[in-house]
C-alpha cells in the first residue's frame, strides 16, 4: 500500500506541499511566541564562597593544607537570554536536509542546462557549511566538505547523466539515503556535542537559509498582484466580474503602502498599533505561487518542467525558506529578520509594481472585458514577462548598491548572532575561557556595531555575556538599552536582580517591595527579598522573609535551598545537619544537592567520614551526567561533587570527570563559570597525576595580581613544592603573598629552606614573627625553631615526581634494539609533559645530544628553565647545548647570571667547556661549508 501511495505522483507532491505547509506553519508559530521564547523567567541561583580545606603537601617535618573554596547556594529568580534554540536549529537542519535531497533527485531529471543551474545553489549550500570547523574526522581540514561534494554531486551527476529511466521516487531513495548518511557522519565525528554541533551548522547555514528566502521572494514578489488580478476575474460569469477599476485601485492600495513601507525605511503604520510587515504579505504570495504554479508554466516550462519540476521544486523551496524563518524567529534574530522584511517590501514593490505595469500593457483591455485573464497573464502578446521582471531584479539590485549593499550586512550580523550565541554558551561552560568570551564579544560587536547598529539581539546577548564574565554596570547599561527597545516585566525582573549589592539595597527593595505589595501571595518575591536582606546583618529580617516563603510554598525547591544555605552562612552546623536529615533531594534540584554536599564537606575531616556521610549510594546528589550547559546551581552540585570525589581519593570517578569539565568549559553557555572548571579540571587532573596539564589549566588563572590571581598562585606554588621545584615554588609563593594570600608566606618560608635559601628562609620567619596576626606569628616562631633545630630538609628518596618513570623505561631501552624509537617517545614526554622534572629533562638533552640533535636539546632544556628558571645545572647545560646548536647568542644572558652565581673556578670550567663546544661547532661547519643554517626553533 505504501509503494502504491509512494508511486501515485498527485500524493507525492501533496506530501511535499505537506511538508512545506508544516514548514510554513513553525514559521508562523514562532512569528508569535519566538521573543516570549528567548527570554523565559527562570530560578537564579547565587553563589556565597567560603573556605575549605582540601589537601595537605609535605613540606620537610610539616604538612600545609591547600585550600579552596565552596560555594553556598541561595535561589531567587530572573530572566534570561537569548537563549539558543537547539531544537529549532535541529528542525531548520533537518528541513534543509530534506530539501537538499529531494531538490537533488528533481534537478537530476531536468535538462543538462537546468541541471547545472540547478546544482549550483546546492554547491554553495555545502560550501557554505563550514563543517570543518567541528572536526569531523579529528582535523580541521575540508575532508568532510569534500566528502559531501563527491557524493552528493557525484550521485546528482550519476542519476542525470546515466539512470535517465530511473523514477522520481527511487531518486529520492538515493539521495536521502546520501544525505541521512553524510548526517550521521556528521554528528557522529564532530568534535562538539550534538547541540553544539547542530546549532553550529544551523548558524553557518544562515546565509544559505537567507537565500532561500530571497530566492522564495523573487519567485513570489509578482503573485499578490496576480492574486488580486484573480480575484478581480475569477467568477464564473463577466457580469459578477471587476473591471479595470477596482484592479487599479486595490492594486495601486497595495502598491501605495509598500512605496510608503520602503519610503519610511521599513517602518509602517497602518491602523493604530497594527504596523504593515511584508512577512504577512508573503503568505498570501507563497499560497498563491503554489496554487497557480500550473498556470504558470509557460513562464518556465521552457527550462523546468511542471509535472516533474516546478511541482516539486516549488515546495522544496518553500519548505527550506520557511526553516530559516522559523529559526531567525525562533532566536529573535533582529538582522536577519529585518533584512527579510526589507528585502521582500522592496521585492514586493519593485517586482509587483513591474507586473502590474506588464499585466496592464498586455491585458488591460481583456481586464476591460472582464475576461479570466488571470489564466492566460503569462503568455503575453506586447511585452514578455522575463523583460520586466529583469528588469524589476535588476532596480532591486540597483537600490542595494546605492545602499551600500546593508542586506548582505545584516545577513552576515545575523550570522555573527548565531555564532556569538553558540561562543557565549561555550564560554559559559569554560568561565576561565577568556578566548571564548572575547570571541563572542567580537561576534556581537561586530554584528551589533560594526555590521547592523539597531541590533537587538546583539545588546542581549552582549547582556548575557556580561553577566557571565562579572561585568555589571556593562550588563545594566545593555539591558536599559533592551528596555528602552521594549519595555517588559520579564526584562525588569532581570535588571532588578542586578540590584544584590549592598550598595543597592535600597534600590533593590523598591523594586521587590512594590513586586510584593502588587502579590503579596507571592512566594518568588518574598524568597527574593530573603535573599537581599542576606546582604546585610538583618539575619531577623532574613529570616522572617524566609518563613513567609516556606508557609507560601511549603517544602519548596526554592525554600528548602534556601534554609539550608542560610544555616551554613551561619556556620550553624548541627542545625543544617538536623534540617538535611529531613531532607529528599530530588532529580532536578541541584542547588539543594550542592548545599548538601557542602555541608558533608565542611562536616567530614577524613575521606572514610565523607564516604560514610554520603554512603554508598550517591546518585542522588551527583550532577546530571547529561549536563551540558550550566548555571550557578548545577555548577556549585558539580564543583562539590568533584571535591567530593578528590575527597574520597576516588581516582576512578575524578578521572570520568575531566573530560565532561572540559566540554563543559569549551561551551559558550557556561562562560561564567570558566575559571572555576578550569580549575576543577586543574584539580582533577593534578589528583590524577597528569601534573603538566593541571598546571597548563591553572597558569592562566594566577595570572595577575588580584587576590583570586594571587591563590592559584599559591596553589601553583604548592603544587611546584610537591614537585621539588622548592627555588621555583618559593618565587610563585612570593607573587601570591605579594598579592595579598597571607596563608602563603609560611608556605614560602618552607620552600626557600629546601632550596637552600637559608638567609631568605630567615628573613620571611622574621617577616612572620612581626606580623600582627598571632596565627602568623606562631607560625613565624615555629619556623624560627626549626631553622635552629636543622630539620628542614627534603628527603630524595621519598620524593616522587612526575615523569620519574618515563625516565627510567628511557635509560632502559636505549640500548636495546629499536630501543631509541622509544626512548625518544619518553623523553618527548618528558619534556612535553615534565619539564619541571629537573633531571629527567637534563637526561633528555643529553639523549638529544647523543643523537646530534642540537637544536631539540636547546628546545628541551628552555622547556626546563621554563618551569625552572634559576636551576644552575640547567642554564649550565643550556650554555653548552646554544653552543652546540649554534645560537651562541641565546646563550649571553645565562652566561651572565652563571657568571654571578658561581665561584670563580667552576665558572672558568664551564667557560672552557663552552668555548670547547663552540669549537666543536665549528669545525663542523668547517666540513661542510655549504651546509645551511641551523633551523629556527620550533
Known amino acids: 500500500m505504501a509503494t502504491k501511495l509512494l508511486s501515485n505522483p498527485a500524493w507525492r507532491h501533496s506530501f511535499l506541499g505537506v511538508l512545506a505547509t508544516l514548514a510554513v506553519g513553525l514559521a508562523v508559530f514562532y512569528y508569535f511566541t519566538g521573543e516570549s521564547g528567548a527570554l523565559p523567567m527562570r530560578l537564579v541561583p547565587h553563589l556565597q564562597a567560603i573556605p575549605l580545606t582540601l589537601d595537605a603537601v609535605a613540606a620537610g617535618p610539616v604538612r600545609l593544607p591547600v585550600q579552596a573554596s565552596g560555594f553556598i547556594l541561595s535561589l531567587t529568580h530572573n530572566v534570561d537570554g537569548p537563549f539558543t534554540q537547539p531544537g529549532v536549529a535541529a528542525l531548520f537542519l533537518v528541513l534543509l536536509a530534506v530539501g537538499l535531497a529531494g531538490w537533488v533527485a528533481v534537478v537530476s531529471t531536468l535538462s543538462r542546462t537546468a541541471f547545472v543551474v540547478g546544482m549550483v545553489p546546492v554547491i554553495f549550500l555545502l560550501l557554505s557549511l563550514n563543517t570543518e570547523s567541528l572536526g569531523v574526522f579529528n582535523t580541521g581540514e575540508r575532508y568532510f566538505l569534500y566528502l559531501m561534494l563527491g557524493l552528493v554531486g557525484g550521485a546528482a551527476f550519476g542519476l542525470h547523466a546515466f539512470a535517465e529511466s530511473l523514477s522520481l521516487r527511487w531518486r529520492y531513495v538515493v ?87 520602503v519610503w519610511n525605511d521599513g517602518a509602517l503604520q497602518l491602523f493604530p498599533g497594527v504596523a504593515l510587515d511584508p512577512l504577512v504579505l508573503l503568505l498570501p504570495a507563497v499560497l498563491t505561487a503554489g ?33 530559516a524563518l522559523a529559526y531567525a524567529f525562533a ?32 491585458f488591460m483591455p481583456l481586464i476591460r472585458q472582464r475576461l479570466r485573464v488571470y489564466r492566460v497573464v503569462f ?20 537600490i542595494q548598491t546605492r545602499q551600500n549593499l546593508t542586506l548582505p550586512d545584516q545577513v552576515q550580523a545575523a550570522q555573527y548572532n548565531n555564532l556569538g550565541d553558540l561562543t557565549r554558551q561555550q564560554s559559559e561552560a569554560q568561565p576561565d575561557d577568556m578566548g571564548l568570551a572575547l570571541l563572542a564579544e567580537r561576534y556581537y560587536a561586530e554584528s551589533g556595531d560594526v555590521l547592523y547598529r539597531s541590533n537587538l539581539h546583539a545588546q542581549l546577548g552582549r547582556a548575557a555575556l556580561y553577566r557571565f564574565r562579572a561585568q555589571r554596570q556593562n550588563e545594566i547599561n545593555a539591558l536599559r538599552r533592551a ?19 549592598p550598595g543597592d539595597l535600597f534600590e533593590g527593595l523598591e523594586v521587590l517591595r512594590r513586586g510584593l505589595k502588587a502579590q503579596p501571595h507571592s512566594a518568588t518575591l518574598a524568597g ?6 542576606t546582604q546585610t546583618s538583618l539575619t531577623d529580617s532574613v529570616a522572617y522573609y524566609l518563613d513567609k516563603t516556606e508557609q507560601l510554598a511549603p517544602g519548596s525547591y526554592a525554600s528548602q535551598t534556601n534554609q539550608l544555605g542560610f544555616l551554613l552562612s551561619q556556620n550553624l552546623l548541627e542545625e543544617a545537619k538536623r534540617v538535611s536529615g529531613k531532607l529528599r533531594v530530588r532529580d532536578q534540584e541541584p542547588a539543594l544537592a550542592s548545599n548538601y554536599l557542602l555541608l558533608q564537606l565542611r562536616a567530614a575531616t577524613t575521606p572514610a567520614q565523607l564516604r560514610a556521610a554520603l554512603g554508598p549510594d550517591q546518585k542522588h546528589v551527583a550532577p546530571d551526567p547529561k549536563l551540558m550547559v550550566l548555571d550557578d546551581a548545577s555548577f556549585a552540585q558539580l564543583y562539590h561533587w568533584v571535591l567530593v570525589s578528590i575527597g574520597q581519593q576516588n581516582n576512578r570517578l575524578t578521572s570520568a570527570m575531566v573530560a565532561p569539565l572540559a566540554q563543559l568549559a569549551a561551551r559558550e553557555a557556561n ?13 582533577a587532573l593534578h589528583a590524577v597525576g597528569q601534573e603538566r596539564a593541571a598546571r597548563q589549566r591553572l597558569l592562566p588563572l594566577a595570572s595577575g595580581t588580584t587576590a583570586t590571581a594571587g591563590y592559584y598562585q599559591q596553589l601553583l606554588g604548592m603544587w611546584q613544592l610537591q614537585q621539588g621545584q622548592y627555588a621555583t615554588a618559593a618565587d610563585q609563593l612570593g607573587y601570591a603573598a605579594a598579592n595579598g594570600v597571607t596563608t602563603a608566606r609560611s608556605a614560602r618560608f618552607y620552600a626557600l629552606a629546601l632550596s637552600g635559601q637559608m638567609d631568605s628562609a630567615r628573613a620571611v620567619a622574621a617577616q612572620l614573627v612581626a606580623s600582627p596576626d598571632s596565627a602568623l606569628r606562631e607560625q613565624g616562631r615555629q619556623a624560627q625553631q626549626q631553622l635552629a633545630a636543622g630539620n628542614l630538609a627534603a628527603s630524595p628518596t621519598t620524593l616522587r615526581r612526575v615523569g620519574d618513570d ?65 636551576s644552575l645545572p640547567l642554564l649550565g647545560a643550556c650554555v653548552l647545548a646554544a653552543a652546540d646548536a649554534g645560537l651562541t647568542e641565546y646563550a649571553t644572558d645565562a652566561l651572565a647570571q652563571l657568571r654571578k652565581r658561581l665561584s670563580p673556578a667552576t665558572y672558568a670550567t664551564l667557560a672552557a667547556d663552552y668555548a670547547a663546544h663552540q669549537a666543536a661547532r665549528a669545525a663542523r661547519q668547517a666540513s661542510f661549508p655549504e651546509a645551511p643554517a641551523s633551523p629556527p626553533l620550533q
Do not use: C
Not at 557522519?185 to 551548522?201: G, H, N, R
Not at 521582471?389 to 532596480?395: P, Q, T
Not at 527574593?528 to 536582606?533: G, H
Open 528 to 533: 527574593d527579598l530573603a535573599q537581599l536582606f
Open 806 to 870: 618515563w625516565l627510567s623505561e628511557a635509560q632502559r631501552v636505549e640500548q636495546q634494539p629499536n630501543g631509541v624509537v622509544i626512548a625518544r617517545t619518553d623523553y618527548q614526554r618528558i619534556v612535553r609533559e615534565a619539564p619541571f622534572n629537573e633531571p629527567a629533562i637534563i637526561a633528555a638533552a643529553a639523549f638529544h645530544t647523543r643523537r646530534h640533535e642540537y637544536a631539540a636539546a636547546y628546545e628541551a632544556l628552555r622547556a626546563g628553565l621554563n618551569e625552572n628558571p634559576g
Open 291 to 323: 496554487l497557480g504554479l500550473r498556470l504558470r508554466a509557460p513562464s518556465y516550462a521552457q527550462w523546468v518542467p511542471y509535472a516533474r519540476g516546478a511541482a516539486q521544486l516549488y515546495p522544496i523551496l518553500v519548505m527550506g525558506a520557511a526553516g
Open 175 to 261: 539521495m536521502g539515503v546520501i544525505v541521512a548518511g553524510l548526517s550521521l557522519i556528521l554528528f557522529a565525528q564532530s568534535q562538539l556535542p550534538p547541540v553544539e554541533t547542530a546549532l553550529q551548522m544551523a548558524a553557518y547555514a544562515t546565509p544559505g537559509g537567507a537565500v532561500l528566502v530571497a530566492l522564495l521572494v523573487l519567485w513570489v514578489g509578482v503573485e499578490n498582484i496576480r492574486a488580486l488580478l484573480w480575484f478581480n476575474t475569477q467568477a464564473e460569469q463577466p457580469a459578477s466580474r471587476f473591471g479595470l477599476g477596482p484592479f487599479l485601485v486595490a492594486s495601486l492600495l497595495y502598491l501605495g503602502a509598500l512605496l510608503l513601507y
Open 671 to 683: 562562560a561564567s563559570y570558566y575559571e572555576q572548571l578550569e580549575f576543577l579540571q586543574a584539580l
Open 379 to 398: 503568455e503575453p502578446r506586447r511585452l514578455p514577462f522575463y523583460t520586466v521582471y529583469i528588469l524589476a531584479v535588476g532596480s532591486i539590485a540597483i
Open 483 to 501: 528596555l528602552l527597545r521594549e519595555p517588559n516585566e520579564k526584562v525588569s525582573v532581570r535588571l532588578a536582580s542586578l540590584f544584590n549589592e
Open 331 to 362: 532566536t529573535a534574530n533582529t538582522p536577519l529578520l529585518v533584512a527579510a522584511r526589507n528585502f521582500t517590501g522592496l521585492a514586493f514593490l519593485l517586482l509587483g509594481g513591474a507586473f502590474w505595469v506588464y499585466v496592464l500593457i498586455n
